[in-house]
């Protein structure tokens, strides 16, 4: 069984090409596989590996300057959910297009055990920080959806929405693992806005920890590598991975003539020309006499 941990931590870096290095062959070392990317305001990435090695990488990473509380969600994989290892340096560790912004003048933290009561209050403000295709899967009730199609368009949505979000008595935001939201929460306070909050470890951490009983989330969660969408107790989703355009795949989309495994799906089957999808038809039919050997193809994982 492969463990995988999803981590950020937003804290100050000096040295980064020095850090890369040594983030770099450290991960070599312990056989781990992802990515981290690293900026001045901190550190973010997923990275899988066998249990032991894993634990000494995060143990290592924790040992960073400022790092000594980095939040980590633990999963686990059946297979090795990426290809290689990348890290990178980058001007923001999640892109909003702010890189001036003080990350760490942040809201609330709000842990997973308080979140239904905190967004049952009459008077909050329930806003969904992910992208678009993300919210489209699965969400919280009565969460607004900005129709984002990057983090990036998330600055210019506030701005639109000054009025509104000024007006409620208090802000709660989410997302995936709690960094989007997190500097979300960093952007509104430059704003003026003061009673604001955001859901400690995200939405991962709110499926692992609050009863299906209990829970206001509904449909799946999207995350960033090959289990595409995962739901309650981190458990497998349904939705699959469109190989043209990296867009998540339901049953339903499956269940479509529109969609072609590994060629296109109804979202993106006009978006593409003859010879494009004569290229994915090709990487498709490769990924499959792969997997038939017993290997992983290039085309397989960490391409989205």
């Given at each position: 069984m492969i463990r995988v941990a999803a981590l950020y931590r937003f804290a100050r870096f000096d040295d980064?090409?020095?850090?890369r290095k040594r983030l770099a062959d450290l991960c070599a070392a312990e056989g781990i596989k992802g990515t981290l990317l690293l900026a001045h305001e901190g550190i973010n990435g997923t990275i899988a590996g066998q249990p032991d090695a894993i634990e000494r990488v995060v143990a290592e990473l924790r040992a960073l300057p400022g790092c000594a509380d980095l939040d980590v969600k633990w999963s686990s994989a059946a297979k090795m959910p990426f290809l290689r290892?990348?890290?990178r340096v980058k001007r923001e560790i999640v892109t909003m297009g702010m890189?001036?912004?003080d990350p760490l003048a942040t809201g609330d933290y709000v842990a997973p055990a308080d979140w239904n009561?905190?967004?049952?209050?009459?008077g909050t403000l329930l806003i969904d920080t992910r992208n678009e295709y993300e919210v489209k899967i699965g969400t919280f009730m009565g969460a607004i959806d900005p129709a984002t199609?990057?983090?990036r368009d998330f600055p210019a949505w506030v701005e639109e929405h000054r009025e509104e979000i000024a007006g409620a008595e208090r802000v709660a935001m989410f997302c995936t693992g709690g960094i989007r939201c997190e500097k979300a929460t960093a952007l509104l306070k430059a704003e003026g806005?003061?009673?604001i909050?955001?859901?400690k470890g995200g939405i991962l951490a709110y499926l692992e920890q609050v009863p299906e009983a209990e829970s206001r989330w509904e449909g799946e969660c999207f995350v960033f590598d090959e289990r595409v969408a995962i739901g309650h107790g981190l458990s497998a989703g349904s939705h699959s991975l469109c190989r043209a355009c990296r867009m998540p795949v339901s049953p339903q989309d499956r269940a479509s003539p529109l969609y072609r495994e590994g060629v296109a799906?109804?979202?993106?089957?006009?978006a593409r020309d003859d010879d494009q999808r004569a290229g994915y038809a090709e990487r498709h039919r490769q990924v499959r006499l792969a997997e038939r050997r017993g290997t992983i193809h290039v085309g397989t994982a960490g391409d989205h």
């Open positions: 980064l090409n020095a850090l290892m990348k890290v890189p001036d912004l009561a905190l967004i049952a209050q009459p199609a990057s983090f806005v003061t009673d909050h955001h859901l799906c109804p979202a993106c089957h006009d």
